[in-house]
């Protein structure tokens, strides 16, 4: 691709939401370094703003408005770009807003270079597109461990997602096209991968191909030493995969696969693929496999018709489960879908305060995880140093503290964990 160097401009990136969301920004940050631009930090002066973002709930939709008023503050002569789902959903409103330059759905953000130099104001481009948009991280994203797109938009129709008409069909990328992108990270450093997308484990449905192929090849990359998947639905999760992850030697003891609810009535509303039997049986198998695995789950609570008792349900299940890494999201109406519909929507005062419930739990699961974690030996990947103290994620995806002088940036090293207090993991490096 040609280029024409544009010296001395700045542009400030905002990202919200998933791993997805992250592995794109960095791909199109990318593509403002091959231009000449610099990246600052969102908040500082630049000449472009783009602001990345989600739609999950009510509360992204807040936040992408207060975001845009902020960058309009720091930066009153940029170009503001509103790029993603929330744009793709809302980019009337988007358009009512003062300010903003442009907006991209969640498929035109790619083709951002094609509109920017327009004179134009409140441009829209929402198009919606059958094309895979790859994307990974870059090294202008600071970060060690690098997200791999591998799949993109969905084919459930869950009740109370919008994602699907945000990002479309499910799409793919190909095993050679990720195994491409794969080695590039590893030749810029990066050790560690993680796959992200949006319903991964519909990869081998829809591209045709498998996806522990797809994991075997990426294993087979000498420079890439820890694996990982992102978010993966429960019902996609085999022995194959498991296998395959456990051959590799590298993949990391950690899954995050969502629950949404212990309480097979809602999960039935919700159009689930599973029951709480079922769900129970698959961390079951993944721990067959990977005994000292931790696990992560999204919760919605509040869904419509949610009782006390079905509330309960879910608490009970992550309180004697081995889930601690909670993931608690109140039930957000989405226009369009099914559940938006539905009679019973449960007060906010309530959802806060289920919310609130959760969140305590979980806090004291991940105590609870952390504290049994003293006195054990782990393989840390650093990332950064925060007043004199190197962190980093173990395995089972706690955050590790070191002491040190020493530039331990994009090491993996063996980390004696000495104590837990504070909700911080202390060790020492050997």
Not at 22 to 32: L, N, P
Not at 184 to 202: C, H, P, Q
Not at 327 to 354: C, M, N, W
Request: aromatic share 10%.
């Amino acid at each position: 691709m040609e280029t024409t160097p544009l010296h001395s401009k700045k542009v400030a990136f905002h990202t919200l939401g998933c791993r997805l969301n992250f592995s794109e920004s960095g791909s199109i940050s990318q593509g403002f370094v091959d231009r000449g631009y610099e990246i600052v930090e969102f908040g500082d002066p630049a000449d472009v703003v783009f602001l990345n973002t989600c739609t999950v709930t009510d509360g992204a939709d807040s936040t992408c408005r207060n975001l845009i008023r902020k960058a309009q503050a720091s930066s009153p002569e940029a170009k503001i770009v509103v790029a993603g789902c929330y744009a793709q959903m809302e980019s009337e409103k988007i358009k009512a807003m003062k300010g903003v330059d442009l907006i991209l759905g969640t498929s035109e953000k790619y083709k951002v270079f094609d509109y920017l130099d327009s004179e134009n104001d409140n441009q829209v481009h929402i198009d919606k597109t059958s094309e895979f948009w790859g994307a990974s991280t870059t090294l202008s994203d600071s970060h060690t461990r690098a997200f791999l797109k591998i799949q993109d938009g969905c084919n459930y129709v869950c009740s109370f997602c919008i994602i699907p008409f945000a990002r479309g069909r499910s799409r793919t990328i190909t095993v050679a096209d990720a195994l491409k992108e794969a080695k590039d990270l590893s030749k810029k450093g990066f050790k560690e991968i993680v796959l992200t997308g949006v319903n991964i484990g519909e990869y081998e449905a829809i591209s045709g191909e498998r996806l522990t192929d797809l994991v075997k090849r990426i294993a087979d990359i000498p420079e890439i030493q820890r694996l990982r998947l992102g978010s993966v639905e429960p019902n996609t999760i085999t022995k194959k995969l498991l296998e395959t992850l456990k051959d590799t030697g590298k993949y990391q003891e950690h899954f995050h696969i969502p629950l949404q609810s212990a309480s097979d009535e809602i999960l039935t509303s919700m159009r689930r693929k599973y029951n709480s039997s079922q769900y129970k049986e698959i961390l079951l198998m993944v721990q067959s496999y990977f005994p000292e695995a931790a696990f992560g789950a999204d919760v919605i609570v509040g869904y419509p018709g949610e009782s006390e008792e079905e509330f309960l349900k879910t608490f009970n299940f992550l309180r004697s489960g081995p889930i601690t890494h909670f993931h608690i999201f109140p039930y957000s109406k989405r226009k369009g879908t099914t559940a938006a519909r539905l009679e019973d929507q449960i007060q906010s005062s309530v959802k806060k305060d289920r919310v609130r419930t959760l969140m305590m739990l979980g806090n004291a699961k991940m105590d609870e995880l952390s504290q049994s974690m003293v006195g054990k030996k782990v393989n840390v990947l650093f990332e950064n140093e925060v007043d004199g103290y190197w962190e980093g994620y173990s395995s089972n995806y706690l955050r590790i503290k070191v002491k040190s002088n020493e530039m331990f940036k994009n090491e993996i090293r063996e980390v004696n964990l000495t104590s837990y207090s504070g909700g911080q993991i202390i060790g020492e490096v050997f």
